[in-house]
Nanobody, 123 residues
Framework: QVQLVESGGGLVQAGGSLRLSCAASGRTVSSYAMAWFRQAPGKEREFVAAISWRGGRTYYADSVKGRFTISRDNAKNMVYLQMNSLKPEDTALYYC????????????????WGQGTQVTVSS
């Protein structure tokens, strides 16, 4: 079992930055690939970014490429999402998820999820 807890969400103006954190716990959590997803009101949950278990590989949705950076610190069992140049369309509930395989973009394939943290970007 893997437990995930997100934090760091909030209200920010367009063009601003936020850093989301995901604290992971459980057996061999450092062996899992990690990902961030988001869900805006009235929309389906969508993939944002993923990172391999060692952190050597990352993958981003086109909508956030060049603005968001995913990283991890396995010594601390933490995963981060640095979000820069935020846009109103980035407003959503952001979720951390874990899966053994890297690079999976379908949310239905992830067995472990956090409760989410809200990001609101004002124009």
């Amino acid at each position: 079992q893997v437990q995930l807890v997100e934090s760091g969400g909030g209200l920010v103006q367009a063009g601003g930055s936020l850093r989301l954190s995901c604290a992971a716990s459980g057996r061999t959590v450092s062996s899992y690939a990690m990902a961030w997803f988001r869900q805006a009101p009235g929309k389906e949950r969508e993939f944002v970014a993923a990172i391999s278990w060692r952190g050597g590989r990352t993958y981003y949705a086109d909508s956030v490429k060049g603005r968001f950076t995913i990283s991890r610190d396995n010594a601390k069992n933490m995963v981060y999402l640095q979000m820069n140049s935020l846009k109103p369309e980035d407003t959503a509930l952001y979720y951390c998820a874990a899966k053994l395989e890297f690079g999976v973009t379908s949310d239905s394939e992830y067995p472990y999820w956090g409760q989410g943290t809200q990001v609101t970007v004002s124009s």
